[in-house]
């Protein structure tokens, strides 16, 4: 039997006779289409389970689907402001927050390393790098020392501003490498023709750079929602953010709220991947 | 009347370079002055300094009258057209044309009115509603020229606008250029490397070489009297040979022209070389391929021998070896032959080899003193 290649980005290979396929043929399983099958079930069987999980309350051998002893922890989601509901717009709350200053911060600064020369522009781009690429826990450790004299462990705004240190420094390496071809040369063709420096940016930049501003944010609502080690050690478990209660629920041995909580841990990433998925589909993005 | 340009003793600097030394021109109303010169003379470092998009090391520019050598570029009521069109890509035809509008602060109808009327003298009114990134190249500079014009500059610098373009656009858009220029009238400075499309396009032409301007004239001065070596070679033309000049006339590798003196044109530092005596004395003689011709067959002139022949889509020139005035053949002595590209006449058939006399067309010597 003959499997078609369903990996993406296979190019269909030319018909041999009248029947046009599209697809390349091969005499047997293909290795690449068995990887990607492997690939695929390695990834979503474990989102599978939570959904299982989440949904029935539990899952004992040898039930296929799962029991359902209680109430399900999606209803406590529905039904009130409870635990879970609380965790999830702290969670959006902050990670909003974060997208949105990261996307901000991120501009400026990458375009400022991106105008400097070459050994001042790499000294910026370690600095920026620095908080990416240090263990959490480290910059956790770090950042609580300073965070505590300041006032501001335990509070909201000292988790935020925690967040804020390593999706900066992804941000702006991401507008460093916006900034790298960036053609500066539109922006001052607009001041020639007649805009002031604040038209310029309201008028020409800012729209041009909508999407990688849109991008930039969405990183840095990513990184502050998958956050765990700045969270706990600077909120001092009393910011409660939807990964903090899931490490909890999970040590506690409350496996269908720490299911449920995963699984709303998993879907903005998720969607933002479809997202992505359909902008390519579309044609608004183009892979090189 | 005030010129619209005026520049004195601009000095442009080229990076850490020196660059454009004392730089002096002006444009007036309506005029069209053509800045040409080889590749990296400085021409578009020029225009980004006149639109304040460049460094000024010192001098100063004038537009109608004021001084805005140190002015933004948005306040010079300069526009300067690039050689790529760079249309803002998130706006349409018609939002690029209102920009220069909007930014004014000119709003509602009038805008409407004025974008039309812009993108109509560029034949581009039913494209106003089309995305700019789906414009062809000659319709994205047909564009960029109605948004230049669409805010009524006093100047418009274009730095070479036609060079990017194949030959059917560039035509197109040389004429959308001249026809917005009679519609809007700013004075305009065109940077070209083209010294037809100078020729063509500007009433005036100035030549910029090794770091300074050296000739602003009419496009007939500059091409029929260049005012240095240094011009003339930029001008393209072929031949230089070393001659004497004299009260008998001038020679040329020793032979005598039989030329007088009087339509050469001579040397010096000026900016508009006038038909007079040329100098006493060794000079060097340039011309193009139509300064001198291969003569009918037993009269008299330069003797030569014709080394090749090479056919262009207007005729047919000759590689001649100018034979020494003392005799030989010119291939024995310490000096390598003398040798120039002349025109070879329609009814006249030469062979490599073959000896020739060759006769010149004083009026298009360009001689200069050593």
Same mark, same amino acid.
């Given at each position: 039997?003959? /499997? !078609?290649?369903?990996?993406?980005?296979?190019?269909?290979?030319?018909?041999?006779?009248?029947?046009?396929?599209?697809?390349?043929?091969?005499?047997?399983?293909?290795?690449?289409?068995?990887?990607?099958?492997?690939?695929?079930?390695?990834?979503?069987? !474990?989102?599978?389970?939570?959904?299982?999980?989440?949904?029935?309350?539990? %899952?004992?051998?040898?039930?296929?689907?799962? +029991?359902? !002893?209680?109430?399900?922890? %999606?209803?406590?989601?529905?039904?009130?402001?409870?635990?879970?509901?609380?965790?999830?717009?702290?969670?959006?709350?902050?990670?909003?927050?974060?997208?949105?200053?990261?996307?901000?911060?991120?501009?400026?600064?990458?375009?400022?390393?991106?105008?400097?020369?070459?050994?001042?522009?790499?000294?910026?781009?370690?600095?920026?790098?620095?908080?990416?690429?240090?263990?959490?826990?480290?910059?956790?450790?770090?950042?609580?020392?300073?965070?505590?004299?300041?006032?501001?462990?335990?509070?909201?705004?000292?988790?935020?501003?925690?967040?804020?240190?390593? +999706?900066?420094?992804?941000?702006?390496?991401?507008?460093?490498?916006?900034?790298?071809?960036?053609?500066?040369? =539109?922006?001052?063709?607009?001041?020639?023709?007649?805009?002031? !420096?604040?038209?310029?940016?309201?008028?020409?930049?800012?729209?041009?750079?909508?999407?990688?501003?849109?991008?930039? +944010? =969405?990183?840095?609502?990513?990184?502050? %929602?998958?956050?765990?080690? /700045?969270?706990?050690?600077?909120?001092? +478990?009393?910011?409660?953010?939807?990964?903090?209660?899931?490490?909890? %629920?999970?040590?506690?041995?409350?496996?269908?709220?720490?299911?449920?909580?995963?699984?709303?841990?998993?879907?903005?990433?998720?969607?933002?991947?479809?997202?992505?998925?359909?902008?390519?589909?579309?044609?608004?993005?183009? =892979?090189? | 009347?005030?010129?619209?340009?005026?520049?004195?003793?601009?000095?442009?600097?080229?990076?850490?370079?020196?660059?454009?030394?004392?730089?002096?021109?002006?444009?007036?109303?309506?005029?069209?002055?053509?800045?040409?010169?080889?590749?990296?003379?400085?021409?578009?470092?020029?225009?980004?300094? @006149?639109?304040?998009?460049?460094?000024?090391?010192?001098?100063?520019?004038?537009?109608?009258?004021?001084?805005?050598?140190?002015?933004?570029?948005?306040?010079?009521?300069?526009?300067?057209?690039?050689?790529?069109?760079?249309?803002?890509?998130? @706006?349409?035809?018609?939002?690029?044309?209102?920009?220069?509008?909007?930014?004014?602060?000119?709003?509602?109808?009038?805008?409407?009115?004025?974008?039309?009327?812009?993108?109509?003298?560029?034949?581009?009114?039913?494209?106003?509603?089309?995305?700019?990134?789906?414009?062809?190249?000659?319709?994205?500079?047909?564009?960029?020229?109605?948004?230049?014009?669409?805010?009524?500059?006093?100047?418009?610098?274009?730095?070479?606008?036609?060079?990017?373009?194949?030959?059917?656009?560039?035509?197109?858009?040389?004429?959308?250029?001249?026809?917005?220029?009679?519609?809007?009238?700013?004075?305009?400075?065109?940077?070209?490397?083209?010294?037809?499309?100078?020729?063509?396009?500007?009433?005036?032409?100035?030549?910029?070489?090794?770091?300074?301007?050296?000739?602003?004239?009419?496009?007939?001065?500059?091409?029929?009297?260049?005012?240095?070596?240094?011009?003339?070679?930029? @001008?393209?033309?072929?031949?230089?040979?070393?001659?004497?000049?004299?009260?008998?006339?001038?020679?040329?590798?020793?032979?005598?022209?039989?030329?007088?003196?009087?339509?050469?044109?001579?040397?010096?530092?000026?900016?508009?070389?006038?038909?007079?005596?040329?100098?006493?004395?060794?000079?060097?003689?340039?011309?193009?391929?139509?300064?001198?011709?291969?003569?009918?067959?037993?009269?008299?002139?330069?003797?030569?021998?014709?080394?090749?022949?090479?056919?262009?889509?207007?005729?047919?020139?000759?590689?001649?070896?100018?034979?020494?005035?003392?005799?030989?053949?010119?291939?024995?002595?310490?000096?390598?032959?003398?040798?120039?590209?002349?025109?070879?006449?329609?009814?006249?058939?030469?062979?490599?080899?073959?000896?020739?006399?060759?006769?010149?067309?004083?009026?298009?010597?360009?001689?200069?003193?050593?």
């Amino acid at each position: 039997m003959s /499997l !078609p290649a369903a990996v993406p980005g296979t190019h269909a290979a030319a018909p041999s006779g009248d029947r046009p396929t599209g697809r390349r043929r091969f005499p047997g399983p293909a290795p690449a289409t068995l990887l990607f099958w492997a690939l695929a079930v390695w990834t979503l069987l !474990p989102l599978a389970v939570l959904a299982v999980v989440a949904w029935s309350g539990g %899952w004992r051998f040898p039930t296929l689907l799962g +029991a359902s !002893p209680g109430t399900p922890p %999606w209803s406590q989601l529905a039904g009130g402001w409870g635990p879970l509901a609380g965790a999830l717009g702290m969670s959006l709350a902050l990670a909003v927050g974060t997208g949105v200053l990261a996307g901000a911060g991120g501009l400026p600064l990458g375009r400022a390393l991106a105008g400097l020369g070459g050994r001042w522009r790499a000294v910026g781009a370690g600095a920026a790098f620095l908080p990416v690429a240090a263990p959490p826990l480290a910059l956790g450790v770090g950042l609580q020392f300073t965070f505590l004299r300041l006032g501001l462990g335990g509070s909201t705004l000292g988790v935020l501003l925690a967040h804020l240190v390593p +999706a900066l420094g992804y941000t702006t390496l991401y507008f460093l490498g916006v900034f790298a071809v960036f053609d500066e040369e =539109i922006e001052e063709e607009a001041r020639r023709l007649g805009a002031r !420096p604040h038209q310029v940016l309201v008028r020409v930049t800012l729209p041009l750079l909508r999407r990688p501003l849109a991008e930039a +944010a =969405i990183l840095g609502f990513l990184v502050s %929602w998958a956050q765990v080690p /700045l969270t706990l050690l600077v909120g001092q +478990a009393r910011v409660r953010t939807l990964t903090v209660e899931v490490l909890a %629920w999970t040590q506690a041995g409350q496996d269908p709220l720490a299911a449920a909580g995963a699984l709303c841990l998993a879907l903005p990433p998720l969607a933002l991947m479809a997202a992505a998925a359909l902008a390519v589909r579309r044609g608004e993005v183009v =892979i090189p | 009347m005030t010129p619209v340009l005026t520049v004195r003793d601009l000095d442009v600097p080229f990076g850490d370079a020196p660059g454009l030394v004392g730089v002096s021109l002006e444009v007036g109303e309506g005029g069209r002055l053509a800045l040409v010169g080889p590749s990296g003379s400085g021409k578009t470092s020029l225009l980004r300094a @006149l639109a304040g998009s460049g460094a000024v090391a010192g001098g100063t520019v004038r537009v109608a009258g004021a001084d805005v050598t140190h002015l933004p570029p948005e306040r010079r009521g300069t526009v300067l057209l690039s050689q790529r069109p760079l249309l803002f890509p998130h @706006l349409t035809v018609f939002e690029n044309v209102a920009f220069p509008l909007r930014v004014r602060g000119v709003r509602g109808g009038e805008v409407r009115r004025r974008v039309e009327e812009a993108l109509a003298s560029v034949r581009m009114a039913e494209m106003a509603g089309r995305a700019s990134a789906s414009l062809s190249g000659g319709q994205a500079h047909r564009v960029a020229l109605a948004r230049a014009v669409v805010g009524r500059p006093r100047l418009l610098l274009l730095d070479e606008p036609l060079s990017s373009l194949d030959p059917s656009l560039r035509e197109e858009v040389r004429r959308a250029i001249l026809a917005v220029q009679a519609a809007y009238g700013p004075a305009m400075i065109l940077v070209t490397h083209d010294l037809e499309e100078a020729g063509r396009s500007a009433h005036r032409v100035a030549v910029l070489l090794e770091g300074s301007l050296a000739q602003v004239d009419t496009p007939e001065g500059v091409f029929r009297r260049p005012a240095s070596p240094a011009v003339a070679r930029f @001008l393209g033309l072929p031949n230089e040979l070393p001659g004497e000049s004299g009260p008998d006339g001038l020679t040329l590798a020793g032979w005598p022209l039989g030329v007088g003196p009087g339509p050469c044109t001579r040397g010096g530092p000026r900016t508009a070389p006038q038909a007079g005596e040329p100098p006493h004395g060794p000079v060097v003689v340039l011309f193009g391929t139509d300064g001198m011709r291969i003569a009918p067959e037993g009269a008299a002139g330069l003797p030569g021998r014709v080394r090749e022949l090479m056919h262009h889509p207007r005729g047919v020139t000759a590689r001649v070896e100018v034979l020494p005035a003392s005799g030989g053949t010119g291939e024995t002595g310490a000096a390598p032959p003398l040798t120039c590209e002349v025109s070879v006449p329609p009814d006249r058939h030469p062979v490599p080899g073959e000896p020739v006399t060759l006769q010149a067309d004083p009026a298009r010597l360009h001689v200069f003193a050593e």
